[in-house]
């Protein structure tokens, strides 16, 4: 799959993580910064991964932010995406099951490798199950 992944600086280490993860599971992964620690706004690199999300250009999302709450907050507020704030690898198979998300945000100073890893794996495995979810999701974008 094409995975875009971007985060501001307080998601730049665990970012670096997840992206080599990913390239190991064999995703082709498209880094839309930030490239450093130093001080960014993450609505810049939230935007662009949503937007590139959103024209199809890559088949799914990873944000990160200190809380995660900012890049999924504009994230959403992109057409057509629909981004989870994901703080465990459950909420991570529901967020796809029910929620059909395309974009997964993870709190990077309130979560680790391992949760974002394990969540992402769920989050590969599941599927929307549609049905009941399928006429919830058509109703977000009335
Ligand atoms: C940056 O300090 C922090 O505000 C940002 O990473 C994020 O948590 C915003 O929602």
Known sequence: ?????????AGYALKKTVYAWLEKQGHEVNDMGTW??????????????AEAVA?????????????GVGVSIVAN???????????????ASLARQHNNANIMCFPARFTDGETIEKSLDNWFAAEFEGGRHE??????EL
């Open 36 to 49: 450093s620690e130093e001080s960014v706004d993450y609505p810049d690199y939230a935007r662009k991964v």
């Open 77 to 91: 507020k992109v057409r057509g995406i629909r981004a989870a704030l994901v703080f465990s690898p459950d909420i």
């Open 135 to 140: 006429r919830r999701v058509a109703k977000i």
């Open 1 to 9: 799959m094409k995975i875009a992944i971007g985060s501001d600086h």
């Open 55 to 67: 024209r199809g250009e890559q088949d799914q999302g990873v944000l990160l932010c200190g809380t």
